[in-house]
């Protein structure tokens, strides 16, 4: 089964962290996780300039470390880093002090304030103790762009129809995710209804 919206209690477990940003206008933030890369990063970073868009880039902290220049290249066009930790370790099944550990390790090769959850699974103990220095973010609608069983027809049909006034989108900046694929399409259908690219405060 695939969810494409986190649980409701997710808000209320975490009332700090970020799901949607609240705004009665058709404003939408795009977000990338566990890039950079060399085939993907690219591409995507091409879209986002031809339309004139800017995103906020989740990047993996052992990623960031092997493609320096990716990520210079996304700063240097307008675009956000966030942190989304070094080796993607899942919340759930990891201590505090070594998840903490991990971020902080990732926090050397990735700048920005933003943190993201690998998989959004993460225990109270790690969001205390991360939101003193992170602005915790997950997301809306999470497409399965990283899904290669879900087309990509399904996954700008999935976008399409759930996107609503300040949702967040969680995308995929790697080789098996299908957002280079259609992330025109979606952007150019988007802004045919009237909707805004903007980036979290
Ligand atoms: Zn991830």
């Known amino acids: 089964m695939r969810i494409f919206r986190p649980f409701l209690a997710s808000g209320w477990l975490f009332p700090g ?17 566990d890039g950079p890369n060399q085939i993907s990063t690219p591409a995507i970073l091409k879209t986002l300039e031809e339309q004139n868009i800017k995103a906020l880039f989740f990047c993996k902290g052992e990623n960031a470390e092997r493609y320096p ?19 993607h370790p899942d919340g759930w099944f990891t201590g505090v002090k070594q ?37 915790i973010v997950f997301w809306d609608i ?13 996954t700008l049909g999935v976008l399409l ?8 989108i969680a995308l995929h ?6 957002s280079p694929l259609f992330l025109d399409s979606f952007i150019r259908e988007a802004r045919g209804r009237g909707y805004k690219f903007i980036l979290p405060e």
């Open 142 to 154: 999470m497409p399965y762009d990283f899904d290669n069983t879900f087309s990509r027809e399904e």
């Open 173 to 178: 900046d790697s080789e098996m995710s299908s």
């Open 99 to 135: 998840y903490t550990d991990d971020v902080e390790k990732a926090a050397k090769y990735i700048p920005g304030r933003y943190f993201r959850p690998p998989y959004g699974r993460l225990k109270i103990g790690q969001y205390l103790k991360l939101r003193s220095c992170y602005k």
């Open 69 to 87: 220049h990716l990520i210079q290249r996304i700063l240097k066009e307008g675009h956000l880093t966030g942190n989304h930790s070094y080796s």
């Open 161 to 168: 129809r759930l996107i609503r006034p300040g949702s967040v």
């Open 17 to 33: 962290a970020l799901f949607r940003i609240k705004t009665g206008e058709k404003l939408l933030c795009i977000t990338f996780d």
